[in-house]
């Protein structure tokens, strides 16, 4: 751990959380990781930060992808307390706007709630749709059923100045949601497009805990590799210091390790059709969702948490050559 730390700057946190007491890994394996400002300057060569932005901004990364056929979740519009409108124009910037368009559009049943520039699942919100006498919209998570005025004010706090993109909330896949019905479980798909050459470097399901909306590692959800030849799901991992794996979703007991993906050939194909439609981006982390349908892209990360590798049990002198 000591030369680990005074060498290669990989401190004991990194040590216990990439499982390095396995005693079979060679010191060129340990070795081979690289900390988070390394990783950030070849992000940055590969992804300048002019251009990061417009990844990092989801209505931004959204009308590209849009606009260039790459499928994602249907856009609803933007909720803001001065410059919220929907994709006619038509103003939302309150209740009143939301109950307006949820009445009139009908065949939306569910939809969900984004932070523009949100990290982590931070500020995510979901509800089911009630029409009837009076709009009532139901959290997703605790159920509890709300009037439009309730989830602006209490909920979204609308009045503090957030900023939302709103979309239509995905129906899962069947075998995803067997795994969490509570969450909708993604791919997170490491993608370079670099000199005429585009690959998958390596690529993991998260699944959430069992009542959570999110699936991210970072509030409680597990990841579990893919083999990214077959589309088999691989050991799961919670990224703590605890060195815990495992084979079965840790609340439900429902095996996960072994499965294989529906659609994984299309969803390595859709990562890389998403990474060459965002200008000058290189290198990203790609999180897609697979519906009855098919796979969708719910956003790029164009400076993806370098821990990935610690799932993909592949250090990044490995991965990036």
């Known amino acids: ?20 007491w396995r005693r079979h890994l060679p010191w060129q394996f340990k070795t081979g990781f690289w900390t988070y400002k390394k990783f950030r300057e070849l992000v940055r060569t590969l992804n300048p930060l002019e251009y990061q932005k417009l990844s990092q901004n989801k209505i ?31 103003t939302l910037v309150s209740a009143e706007d939301l109950t307006k368009l949820l009445q009139s559009a009908p065949r939306i049943e569910r939809l969900c709630f984004k932070l523009v520039e949100g990290y982590g699942g931070t500020g995510f919100c979901a509800v089911s749709v009630g029409r009837g006498p009076n709009l009532t919209l139901t959290l997703l998570d605790t159920h509890q059923e709300l009037t439009a005025t309730q989830l602006i004010d209490d909920v979204l706090q609308l009045q503090f100045g957030p ?18 019905h509570s969450s909708a479980n993604t791919l997170r798909i490491w ?14 399901l998260r699944v959430g805990r069992r009542g959570s909306l999110v699936d991210n590692t970072s509030q409680g959800g597990a990841a579990f590799p893919i083999d990214i030849t ?12 605890w060195n ?42 790609i999180d897609i969702a697979i519906t009855p349908h098919g796979p969708v892209v719910i956003e790029l990360n164009a400076e993806p948490d370098p821990t990935g590798a610690i799932v993909f ?7 990036f050559g």
Do not use: C
Not at 69 to 80: A, C, S
Not at 230 to 241: D, Q, V
């Open 191 to 204: 993608a370079m497009s670099k000199d005429g050459a585009s690959t998958v470097l390596g690529a993991f």
């Open 60 to 90: 931004s990364e959204k009308a590209i992808l849009q606009l260039l056929g790459v499928p994602t979740p249907q856009f609803i519009g933007r909720l803001h307390r001065h410059r919220g409108m929907t994709g006619d124009g038509s």
């Open 230 to 241: 077959t589309g088999e799901i691989g050991t799961g991992l919670n990224l703590n210091i």
């Open 244 to 285: 815990e794996t495992f084979e079965s979703h840790i609340d439900s007991g429902e095996v996960i390790t072994g499965g294989r993906l529906p659609f994984w050939q299309d969803s390595a194909r859709l990562a890389i059709r998403a990474i060459e439609a965002v200008p000058n981006l290189q290198f990203a982390g």
């Open 163 to 180: 900023d939302y993109i709103v979309e239509e909330y995905i129906l899962q896949h069947s075998e995803l949601a067997r795994f969490n």
């Open 1 to 20: 751990m000591l030369v680990l730390k005074l060498m290669h700057g990989l401190g004991p946190r990194h040590y216990h959380v990439a499982r390095y």
């Open 313 to 319: 049990d592949r250090p990044h002198d490995e991965i």
